[in-house]
């Protein structure tokens, strides 16, 4: 699904193309000759039972004839001599207007099936026409909707919108329950895709009960999509991801192919938003695949804007211009404008990439100018934002401020307008209420004045002028007593309106302020960044003075990605939607990790910088590493900021079970109001500090929220000139001293042996890995396959008669994840079990979702592996001595091979290495990312926990693009490898451990 585009508008055209598939155009023209035949009928002036049965007769036989020559049509392959025969039709004196009518629809959906929408317009706007002079009201009221469909595949959303509701009118007024629930349906399609997200939802909501209670569970399902995919323009993308697998498991129930490559396509894009590329790419591609097969060209533009936005995303450059140039072609064949302005900009974004400015402001005014034609103030504002990109890159900066001013005027217009909608509407009801008060009161009163009257007539001349006072003072009295009551609530409702007013201004006053903040400490690194590339472009530096320069544009590069990495957590954590993932965590590997870090930045400042470690060095706890260390490296970074002469000291300890931190430093220090507020959101101590240091007042507040997520405690002491101390405290849920992992380097053979029987296959891309876990099956007497990826996987089940398979998830050429579903399509049912390092409960939940029966842990656990041998596949156990000849001989060799492979995986560590320093001189990061998983892997395997973990953590700081650790940890991961390697020669040594590590651009 693209933001913009259509969801096979669900009630009309999906609807006739799935249940009646080549029929489609039989079943059109069989209605339309059925509606033509009643209504030749009732025009009859004659009504009796003779005239009727004849004028019957003869309706029977006209709707036949031209039933017949619309099926003549409607075969007819030849889009010219259709044409012909539509004419010839048309050209015909005898026919009835509500024959013309039908003729004319006829040639319009014909026109539409063609994707020829403009004549599809032109030719039912003829016979709404024709229609509304015969007040034929039902004909127009269908007309008007089929207007409104082929308007909005065009994406003229307004005009789509008008013709709906038209139709709608006539429908609420007769009893037609699912016909206006579809046009409810469509209606918050189009508003959906206008960006008026509550009016949208609002017409989804009507449409729904009337699907439950009139409808089939498939209308249903497809209210509760097209709502999904609202959820996806409204940013709720864990909302939107669960509401479309709920769709998935549906429609492949159903066996609906249409529907479900429109949910992988939706599902591809909430997985794009959520940063999950595989899955992304997975169910994108599928979408594209069907849409390919099946050759709907106007869906597979769509689907070609969709993959060029994502590869754009990831910086997969070369294929996001294929599908984009792809994109561009299909949507001017189809007339799809959404699909064509999506794709320029997805075009303009690549060349800009490749450094071809002209081309992509080209490509950029083209987008603009379809943008605003459908008016998507979305894509609108992206075309500006990157048009000031690009200016700035060609060097016409002055369009480049005004491109990415008028971004930011058009949104402070925007929100001004909905402040100013809200207060409007606030007002009206308040004054809505006091009208209707003041009706009341004024029915009351004229009331007892009738009533008054009436009882004059039964009385004498003096008791009605008792009577009369008597009323005049009670209606005084209660006059007075509105009066009050009144004044009361008018005061209540003043003082609150005063007090929303207050927030609002203070929201206001909120939101100017960050914006000030982030705008200032943009603007300071962007000045930079520009002033340098200009200096550079026009070669106004000598050779000596270049690396400075350069090392100034990557420092204020780096300085940016920290600020909207700030603010992506920050919004993470107000809207609920950061989580926690625990595990047992070497403390003193952490902070020797965060050693390295500072250690360097400190010493070029000319600062002392010491970690103090008051526990044992095997101690582990459980906790989410990767967010403490966030807190830690905001803390260390803030202290050594804020410190220009002097120490930045880290004392770490273990007291009831609680860890304890403190970050002292000998900076500037704070007074206690400073102190107070340092936790606070855009805060610093004053506008001094500010100016001298920089920062958007986003870390601290960031740590505090992390602090309450972990359930943690911070505080800080600090004095003017003397420093500050910032003291965290973490509760310990488990603390333990760690050991070694039991991995398949253990002995083989135990008192308890077992034998077991079948034919397994392990599909593993590293060679020592294969060959270790293949040694300790065939021990267990099973008999083993090993490949290196998905595809030679899939062969080899195709050729051998296989009882488990065991499937590393990230391999070459095809993965573990789309080797399993082409197993399972082809219908393969035995046991497939992820082999992974990555086995947390929401991950092998995951595992289980998408078909596999299980996870295998790494490293190997015998018992483990033996538990799970035995759920499948039959064996023997018997007890055995150790000390006996056979077994001493078989332990002796296995510990020889064992030996054997370890001395190879550690020989081949260097190369391994070798391939993650390429990969981060050439910037792929996809490439680099998938070394560090199999260097993973097989740390874990050979029982070196340090090296699987740095590794483990270089891997997860690619994945969320954290570049400004990537350095600090390569090195560490150097170091590491560096300890266990033997690099063969001298040569060699120098060659791959001084190379120097280009430092990450992102692009």
Known sequence: MDDQDVRDFNHFMRKLDTRFGENFNKVVIQSLTLSTAALICLSSATFSPRSLASQANLADSLATSLAANLERISAEQDEQKAQQLFATLLADDTLTDIETINILRAKGMRAFASDNLQLAIEEFNRAREIAEVIKARQQVAEINKRLGVFHYFRGEYEQAAAYYKKSLLFYSLQHYPVERANLFNNLGLVYSNMAEFKTSLDYYQQAEPIYRQYGEPLDVVDVRFNIAGLYVQMKRYDVAIESFLEVKRFREQQQDESGLALVHSDLGVAYKYAGDFQLAERYQLLAYDYYQTQGEGYHLATQCNNLAGLYNEFGMTEHARKYAEQGIDLAQQHQHKSALAGSYYELALVTYTAGQQPAALDHLQRARQLAEQYDNQRLLDEVKQLSALVYAAAGQYRQGYQS????????????????????????????????????????????????????????????????????????????????????????????????????????????????????????????????????????????????????????????????????????????????????????????????????????????????????????????????????????????????????????????????????????????????????????????????????????????????????????????????????????????????????????????????????????????????????????????????????????????????????????????????????????????????????????????????????????????????????????????????????????????????????????????????????????????????????????????????????????????????????????????????????????????????????????
């Open 404 to 1003: 990415q001013l008028a971004v930011i005027q058009d949104k402070d217009k925007r929100n001004n307008e909905e402040l100013n909608a809200q207060l409007a509407e606030f007002e009206t009801k308040q004054l809505k209420q006091r009208i209707g008060q003041l009706v009341t009161q004024d029915k009351l009163t004229q009331l007892e004045f009738e009533r008054a009257n009436q009882m004059r007539n039964f009385f004498v001349f003096v008791l009605i002028c008792i009577t009369i006072i008597g009323l005049l003072l009670m209606q005084k009295r209660r006059s007075r007593k509105a009066e009050a009551e009144l004044e009361a609530r008018v005061s209540e409702r003043t003082a609150e309106l005063s007090q929303a007013t207050d927030k609002l201004e203070e929201a206001n006053r909120i939101k100017n302020q960050f914006l000030a903040n982030v705008t200032h400490e943009i603007k300071t690194p962007l000045s930079v960044v520009l002033a340098n590339a200009e200096a550079l472009l026009n070669e106004e530096l000598a050779g000596d003075d270049k690396p400075a320069h350069y090392r100034q544009l990557h420092t204020n590069s780096l300085y940016l990605l920290d600020i909207v990495n700030d603010l992506h957590d920050l919004s993470k954590i107000e809207a609920d939607q950061l989580s926690l993932c625990p595990r047992q965590t070497s403390l003193s590997e952490l902070f020797a990790q965060l050693d390295a870090m500072f250690s360097k930045q400190a010493r070029d400042k000319g600062l002392t910088f010491r970690v103090n470690q008051n526990f044992d060095n095997d101690i582990s706890i459980n906790l989410d590493a990767m967010r403490f260390n966030q807190i830690l490296i905001n803390l260390c970074s803030n202290a050594i900021k804020f410190t220009n002469a002097g120490s930045v000291i880290i004392d770490v300890s273990l007291l009831d079970e609680q860890l304890l931190v403190r970050v002292s430093d000998t900076g500037i220090g704070m007074d206690d109001e400073q102190a107070s507020q340092v936790f606070g959101c855009f805060v610093q101590a004053d506008e001094n500090i500010a100016r001298r240091f920089g920062g958007s007042g986003l870390g601290l507040y960031l740590v505090a929220k992390l602090c309450s997520l972990m359930q943690a405690d911070i505080s800080v002491s600090s004095a003017i000139g003397r420093g500050s101390v910032f003291t965290l405290t973490v509760p310990i849920t488990s603390c333990q001293h760690h050991s070694s992992r039991r991995t398949v380097s253990a002995s083989i053979h135990s008192q308890q042996a077992y034998r077991f029987t079948g034919q397994v296959l392990v599909a593993e891309d590293h060679p020592d890995n294969r060959a270790l876990i293949s040694l300790y099956l065939q021990r267990l007497g099973l008999e083993v396959l090993a490949v290196e990826n998905g595809e030679l996987a899939i062969n080899a089940i195709e050729q051998h008669e296989l009882d488990l398979v065991l499937m590393d998830l990230q391999m070459p050429v095809l993965d573990g994840f789309a080797a399993l579903t082409r197993l399972r399509k082809s219908g393969f049912q035995k046991p497939v079990y992820a082999f992974t390092a990555n086995a947390m409960s929401h991950d092998i939940e995951h595992f289980h979702s998408i078909g596999f029966t299980g996870c295998v842990e790494k490293p190997l656990d015998r018992q483990n592996l033996i538990s799970m041998l035995q759920q499948h596949l039959p064996y023997q156990s018997e007890v055995v001595i150790d000390e006996t000849p056979e077994v001493v001989i078989a332990a002796n060799q296995d510990a020889q091979a064992q030996q054997q492979l370890a001395k190879r995986f550690r020989d081949s560590i260097h190369l391994d290495v070798a391939n993650i320093c390429r990969a981060d001189a050439e910037q792929d990061w996809q490439a680099m990312s998938r070394y560090c998983h199999k260097l993973s892997g097989a740390a874990l395997m050979f029982g070196d926990k340090k090296l699987a973990d740095v590794s483990r953590q270089l891997e997860l700081c690619l994945v969320h693009r954290r570049f400004e650790q990537k350095h600090a940890l390569l090195m560490a991961l150097k170091r590491e490898a560096g300890q266990m390697g033997d690099p063969a020669s001298d040569d060699m040594r120098h060659e791959f451990w001084d190379s120097k590590v280009t430092s990450a651009t992102l692009q």
